[in-house]
């Protein structure tokens, strides 16, 4: 099975094996967010809450983890979300 994971060397999603670990984010649906619940970060730019998980995970671990938080993967829409994803992951 194969999982969309983000690359932060490119800057790109690559699509890898779904069993191999990556970094990986949730994010809330797109709304009008002004804050947060614990543990989730604000990104005003694009209104919506972002979570980091804290160890590596397969791409199936962090779609379920993500769903249980009632989120889903976090996903970039242009280069500059992007880059604000990837500066979440370090």
């Known amino acids: 099975m194969k999982g969309v994971i983000f690359n932060p060397i490119n800057q790109k999603f690559d699509v890898k094996n779904a069993a191999q670990e990556h970094h990986?984010?949730?994010e809330?649906?797109?709304?009008?967010?002004?804050?947060?619940q614990s543990g989730?970060?604000?990104?005003?730019?694009?209104?919506?809450c972002l979570?980091?998980?804290?160890?590596?995970?397969?791409?199936?671990?962090?779609?379920?983890?993500c769903n249980v938080k009632g989120s889903f993967?976090?996903?970039?829409?242009?280069?500059?979300?992007?880059?604000?994803?990837?500066?979440?992951c370090h």
């Open 40 to 48: 989730w970060n604000l990104i005003p730019q694009i209104r919506m």
């Open 24 to 26: 990986s984010l949730c």
């Open 28 to 36: 809330t649906p797109r709304w009008a967010k002004l804050q947060c």
């Open 51 to 65: 979570r980091v998980h804290a160890k590596f995970t397969t791409f199936l671990e962090a779609h379920a983890f």
């Open 73 to 88: 993967i976090a996903t970039a829409q242009n280069g500059n979300e992007s880059y604000m994803l990837r500066s979440k």
